[in-house]
């Protein structure tokens, strides 16, 4: 894998929108679950730590969360992570990850912004 496919991989916590989209088919969402927000506007990698809302909201299933918001992307998100309001843009709702959420909160407690090897270093060795 080249370094930069490696970096991206690392970035996304090594899912996938179909990846996404299994596990919380597989696993689906409760409220209060806490969950991750990757948010990759202004060349930055900000992860947000996040709660769900509403699990099941619409015949669709989006997954309702509260805690974020960048100013042009809403809280809904498909099942795959995608957000209801900005499906191609760069932000997308990831399962927990017990490495970023702990860095979460032993900062802030909202979110963290981390380069490309900062997060290779913390999760890219999977």
């Not at 969402?29 to 099941?56: F, R």
Request: hydrophobic share 35%.
């Amino acid at each position: 894998m080249a370094r930069r496919e490696k970096l991206i991989a690392a970035r996304d916590l090594h899912w996938t929108f179909e990846s996404v989209r299994e596990y919380f088919i597989k696993k689906p969402p409760v409220k209060g679950q806490e969950l991750i927000v990757l948010d990759t506007s202004w060349h930055m990698n900000t992860y947000a730590l996040v709660t769900v809302e509403v699990p099941e909201h619409t015949k669709q299933k989006r997954i309702v969360i509260k805690s974020y918001s960048n100013g042009y992307s809403g809280q809904s998100f498909q099942r795959s992570g995608k957000n209801c309001n900005a499906p191609k843009g760069q932000v997308r709702l990831l399962p927990y990850h017990a490495v970023i959420g702990d860095l979460i909160k032993k900062g802030n407690g909202r979110e963290a912004s981390l380069t490309f090897e900062e997060v290779d270093q913390l999760v890219g060795r999977q």
